[in-house]
């Protein structure tokens, strides 16, 4: 069971785009003018598309990137004690998780954008870390896209008898289309949220069969697994 982090089981939006802007100043000397849409997206692509719009005199390649996310978990480090006070959890998240967690041989970890500490500290923040094994997640760290980060989930963490797990036996939980489709490219059924700006229309535009109002009946999002893994 994966679970996208942002919008879907807690919102750190505000304290995360003044990390991003704070980071991305320090690196390349220009300020953060013209953002990008974060739904879908890992920290490592969006700090390439940062580069690109706002016009910065700096190559951004590998060694930046590095430069640029190390800044980032310091500038969101620096804020944690924000999180509470301009974030927070989306409704229903923490019971879904426990929900989740008393189902048998089911597993759950985390396919975030966020590196593993900005992800992990989000989560820990909320309390919503407990369910989770975190040491299995796919992370904004590397800069491989999410459909690569799921793959990679499903094919190296052990299932029963320490086989992989497969295709059908893989959920991912999100609110945003771009994860939808990452869900269908990784080999995952995505089990889309109505947490966020997008249509359920888009959502099943985008792969999505089962589309939930919300996280706030843990039954509900039991009877989704349940129907994601049939068959």
Known sequence: MLWNIDLTLLDAGQVMRAAYAEAFEKVTGEPLVYLTSSAGRTDSEMFFEFCARNYVDVEPDTAVLGEFLASLEESFGN?????LSRGRVMPGAAASL????SLPDTVQTVVSGSTRVNATAKLV?????THLNLAIGGYGSVNYPKSSLIQSIRLHAAGEGGRAYTEAETVFVTDSAPDVRAAVIGG???????????TEGQLRDAGARIVLPDLTDPRAVMTAVHQATAG
């Open 79 to 83: 804020r944690a004690d924000e999180l």
């Open 98 to 101: 426990a929900a989740v967690a």
């Open 125 to 129: 923040a909320f309390g919503l870390d």
């Open 188 to 198: 995952a059924t995505p089990v889309a949220v109505l947490n966020g700006s997008t």
